[in-house]
């Protein structure tokens, strides 16, 4: 069963404007959000994480947003670079148990 | 500092072989967690371990076994391969029980 998933699988965004990725996840138990980007040839590397007793965690051109009533994250990078190219994949976790990771959304940003 | 590192890059077996691959964490990370990642995926979790005993497991058959050694590094063995089998295995370390886990580059499974 897919816990959690990420609808769109690209987005395509102009140098400067601002990208939103979106993530939805289905277990209420989730407390524990992350987003990690995920260049080729790389493992995942982690960008920014949100509690589920926050609504909002900022870090530098990355925000992240929650809405619990709505199972829903999402991520904005504002202004969005070309070097923020990658794929970004979404992962939640309830209690520290396994991680929960989305198919991914790969993102491009063109100059 | 050497981030995650794991062994070997890229792997190509038979069907029915048996297979092992490597990691070491992150200096001064204690848990490894191991995932294994299909194409057009994303990495779902095979088992993580920690103080060199398996705490958790995801839903994976038991011919996926694993390894802790006392330096933390970890490895993974794969039993009676089949093609389906085939994927980029990731390995994460993290300090303790923290959320926020490293990846490594990956090892590129192919089973024929």
């Known amino acids: 069963d897919q816990q959690v998933k990420q609808n769109s699988p690209s987005l395509s965004v102009q140098e400067g404007r601002i990208s939103i990725l979106n993530c939805d996840y289905t277990n209420s138990m989730f407390d524990y959000f992350l987003w990690y980007k995920k260049y080729p040839a790389e493992g995942p590397t982690f960008l920014i994480s949100?509690?589920?007793?926050?609504d909002k965690n900022e870090d530098g051109r990355f925000t992240v947003f929650l809405n619990k009533s709505a199972k829903h994250l999402s991520l904005h990078i504002v202004p969005s670079q070309p070097g923020d190219s990658a794929v970004y994949f979404c992962?939640?976790?309830?209690?520290?148990?396994?991680?929960?990771f989305g198919a991914g959304t790969r993102l491009t940003v063109k100059p | 500092d050497a981030g995650v590192t794991q062994s070997p890059t890229h792997l190509i077996k038979t069907r029915g072989q048996q297979v092992t691959l490597r990691c070491s964490p992150k200096?001064?990370?204690?848990?490894v967690s191991w995932y294994q990642q299909a194409l057009g995926q994303g990495p779902q979790f095979i088992f993580q371990y920690y103080e060199e005993e398996e705490r958790q497991r995801g839903n994976f058959p038991d011919r996926f076994s694993g390894h802790q050694f006392p330096n933390y590094s970890s490895e993974l063995n794969v039993n009676a391969l089949l093609l389906g089998d085939s994927a980029l295995y990731l390995c994460?370390?993290?300090?303790?029980?923290?959320?926020?886990?490293?990846f490594g580059p990956g090892t590129r499974l192919t089973v024929t």
């Open positions: 949100i509690s589920s007793i926050k």
């Open positions: 200096s001064g990370h204690d848990t």
């Open positions: 994460a370390s993290s300090p303790g029980y923290s959320y926020e886990q490293y």
């Open positions: 992962a939640a976790s309830a209690n520290n148990n396994d991680m929960r």
